[in-house]
């Protein structure tokens, strides 16, 4: 089953317990596993653009950040294992689950 990890950083006022190599060693654990389908990281929240479609149909575009949280999608996994509970233990290891980051762990609805 395919489940998507995805991975919010903590406020900006908490310094950040994980290090490149941190990343880097997950990423090439859960790849050895066989289980990444896809992942990315996002750039900086910076170069974010928000659409938003009103009833009527007219589109408004806001640039740069448009967060109202403390916390930021920073990027993504999807994983194929067997059930939730793998997806979990997979979540649990990814460093941006440390501090105050989270992982969201959601199923993907296949059609």
């Not at 489940?3 to 990343?23: K, Q, V």
């Not at 649990?92 to 959601?106: F, H, K, T, Y």
């Amino acid at each position: 089953m395919k489940y998507m990890l995805l991975i919010y950083s903590g406020s900006a006022e908490a310094p950040d317990p994980c290090t490149f190599e941190d990343w880097v060693a997950y990423d090439k654990e859960a790849t050895e596993a066989g289980i990444v389908v896809s992942g990315h990281s996002l750039a900086d929240l910076t170069t974010a653009t928000t659409v938003r479609v009103d009833a009527t149909g007219e589109r408004a575009v806001t640039d740069g950040p448009f967060a109202e949280t403390r916390e930021v999608l920073g990027g993504y996994y999807v994983i194929d294992v067997p059930n939730l509970d793998v997806a979990l233990d997979w979540a649990a290891r990814c460093p941006g689950s440390r501090g105050n980051g989270a992982v969201e762990v959601r199923p993907v609805a296949e059609f």
